[in-house]
């Protein structure tokens, strides 16, 4: 079939380069912030490794956006192109911030570090969290919310851009693709105001706890801050080693849940509820599925965890069971129980079901990963169309339908579309299991972690450490970076660069 | 590797040695062998690296190296440590007796040690971090070329876009 795709010219690499070139700029723009930080807290020693890295993108984006300069528009397969390999330039340049503010122990680690944030993913190889410099650790929380939490690659094309084409591409490529208004740049602007809205929302409520729970207001707003801040893009990056166990606080771990939850639900569900259609959220098929595998996982674990007896009180398993169950579907990673704990005390039949949920996710255009509920709510509807067409006669056609925010007829074309993102999803799940398993460890620690990688989670099962063998680490990086884009982009890339191998690039 | 880094693991290395000193137990022991140790007196050492007061007691966080634990503790013990553990300070090195929780009844489930005696073995220290100079020059020549050439590179284009095309014939 290669023959009938039209072969790549010189201008196909300039459209993408271009695109590229305002990713770096905004990088830059961005590796600058944490400098404010550094500035408040004293910490001058750490500043010059935030420049250099804004300098170093600044740079590589001002020769792409001069030597490969054009006007053309953007087509689809180069909106694709573009946000996979966006997704790791980007993370390039914070992780040589990472490394020379020697933040982790190797430049494999800081990049590992770079991509688990900017994809939101939030496992963690730092060596020494709770003795990072606080400009570093805000750059990691900051990460998150660029790149996953508001979407830094539409943000990037719909302020910098020349027009609204590219965008709308582009958000294509990052797999937002049911976009919430027609004017990208106006869709933008809701993403970026919906993140700031629950940013101070999170932020204040967050301050309120740590004030209550003993915390000095400084620490309790910095730390609520960039909670906040992984807490809405379902990251999971903390301040501290402990994670969420270092505020030994019931009413952190409520305000984490409402942020997780909110993180996890569509953006199009936040614009039609601000708009007045509160009745969606009761109605939409992707948020009753969501809410009700939430409900299903965590009546299980916590039923489960009851019956080996394994914490003392209902509050106990509310605060670990129910509330890593929520941690799992929404894939934010915040954790509530040390990772040894989660592999060899929880009951296998637990640990499972997290890894279930892990895989499944939340909502599509939202902040979290997974296959994605409006996938799995695709899936489940075919299934049941399938078994009413076996029952009916012959001659009868079945059709179905479902509620996303308006209600749209069950195509089967949405439905082969659905069913190639979660086989691919599954297909990279198992490989990455098997790569884990082949590096020594247990097959119930390499799903979990394997799962984790790619569903874009962060819950650990203690094996990503900076210990960890180096082609693991790269591997968890690929999981990690494929996990963001939905796996399809990474095909489109890998077919791009086959095409230009095979049918060379013409001027 | 810098200083920052030896120095670090310098301490890491003193705060090891000094949990594997006879009767303490290290935090990964104790959260490897959680079972076995719930509900007895066990011996934690490490440094203080987080303090938050509530009501008559407060929670000390003590990070030995490896892994941290919070623990319980009143608040005229808590009100002893003088540096908590960062990026510009060394915490406190303390020496925590006390009861060990798998799963606290009293705290939400969380694992932790409700301390009998609580005794500050070191008074921490605040760490000097100098500023790199060479570097921190070299990043500043650096961010200043990269937005000239961004500038230069810009406004090159822009006169190239002003140039009327020669008519070919």
């Given amino acids: ?507 | 590797m810098s200083k920052k880094i030896f120095s670090f693991a310098f301490f890491a290395i003193c705060i090891l040695l000094s949990t594997s000193a006879v009767g303490a137990e290290s935090g990964k022991t104790l959260v490897e062998n959680s079972a076995n140790f719930d509900g007895k007196t066990v011996v934690l050492r490490g440094e203080v690296i987080g303090v938050m007061e509530r009501g008559d007691f407060a929670w000390v966080n003590v990070l030995d190296g490896e892994v941290a634990i919070g623990v319980w503790v009143r608040n005229e013990d808590a009100r002893k440590i003088s540096f908590v553990g960062d990026y510009r300070h060394v915490g406190d090195l303390v020496e925590v007796v006390g009861t060990f929780h798998m799963a606290c009844p009293e705290h939400g489930g969380d694992l932790d040690i409700h301390a009998d005696k609580f005794t500050v073995l070191t008074v921490g220290r605040e760490l000097d971090r100098p500023l790199n100079m060479p570097l921190a020059l070299l990043s500043v020549a650096l961010a200043a070329g990269a937005i000239t050439l961004a500038l230069y590179l810009r406004h090159v284009r822009r006169e190239r876009e002003k140039m009327v095309p020669v008519p070919s014939y």
């Fill in chain 1, 1 to 507: 079939m290669l023959f009938l795709i039209p072969p790549l010219e010189k201008e196909d690499l300039k459209i993408i380069g271009h695109s590229l070139s305002n990713i770096c700029y905004l990088s830059g723009a961005l590796l600058l912030l944490p400098i404010i930080v550094a500035v408040v807290y004293e910490e001058f020693d750490v500043i010059p490794s935030f420049l250099i890295g804004s300098a170093a993108s600044i740079f590589f984006g001002s020769l792409l956006s001069f030597f490969l300069y054009t006007k053309r528009e953007m087509e689809v397969k180069h909106a694709v192109v573009m946000a996979a390999v966006a997704w790791l330039v980007a993370p390039f340049f914070a992780s040589v911030s990472f490394w020379l503010a020697n933040a982790l122990s190797s430049y494999l680690d800081a990049l590992f570090e770079s991509v688990s944030g900017f994809t939101g993913t939030g496992l963690t190889v730092a060596v020494n969290i709770d003795h990072l410099p606080r400009s570093v650790n805000f750059l990691r929380h900051f990460l998150q919310f660029v790149g996953d939490g508001i979407g830094i690659i539409v943000i990037s094309l719909s302020i910098l851009g020349k027009t609204e084409i590219s965008s709308v591409l582009a958000f294509k490529g990052e797999a937002k693709d049911t976009g919430i208004r027609p004017s990208i740049v106006r869709t933008s602007r809701i993403i970026v105001g919906i993140g700031l809205t629950f940013l101070i929302i999170g932020t204040s409520l967050f301050t309120i706890a740590g004030l209550k729970e003993g915390l000095d207001f400084g620490t309790a707003f910095f730390e609520g801050l960039n909670l906040s801040m992984t807490g809405y893009a379902t990251g999971g990056f903390t301040p501290h080693s402990q994670n969420l166990l270092y505020y030994h606080s019931f009413w952190f771990e409520v305000v984490a849940i409402i942020l997780m939850v909110v993180g996890a639900l569509n953006f199009n569900l936040h614009y039609a509820v601000l708009g007045g259609k509160r009745g969606e959220i009761l109605k939409n098929m992707e948020v009753k599925i969501l809410l009700l595998w939430l409900l299903v996982v965590g009546s299980l674990v916590s039923a489960n965890l009851l019956f080996v007896g394994l914490y003392p009180s209902s509050e106990a398993l509310f605060r670990k069971g129910v509330f890593q169950a929520i941690s799992a579907q929404t894939t934010t990673g915040f954790q509530t129980v040390y990772p040894y704990h989660l592999m060899f005390m929880w009951p296998v039949l637990s640990v499972l079901l997290l890894v279930a949920a892990m895989v499944s996710g939340g909502c599509a255009n939202s902040t979290s990963g997974g296959i994605k509920m409006l996938r799995v709510g695709m899936l489940l509807k075919s299934l049941v169309r399938e078994i009413r067409q076996a029952l009916m006669p012959k001659s009868a056609v079945v059709t179905g339908s479902f509620h996303h925010v308006e209600d749209t007829p069950l195509t089967d074309k949405m439905v082969r579309g659905a069913a190639t993102i979660a086989l691919s999803y599954l297909i990279l799940f198992s490989i990455g299991t098997l790569i884990t398993v082949g590096h020594g460890y247990g097959l119930e620690d390499s799903m979990f972690e394997t799962a984790s990688a790619l569903g874009n989670v962060g819950l650990s099962s203690g094996i990503t450490s900076p210990l960890m063998p180096a082609t693991l680490k790269a591997v968890y990086i690929f999981l990690m970076w494929a996990g963001r884009l939905e796996i399809m982009a990474i095909f489109v890339l890998a077919g791009f660069i086959i095409l230009g191998l095979r049918k060379g690039i013409k001027e």
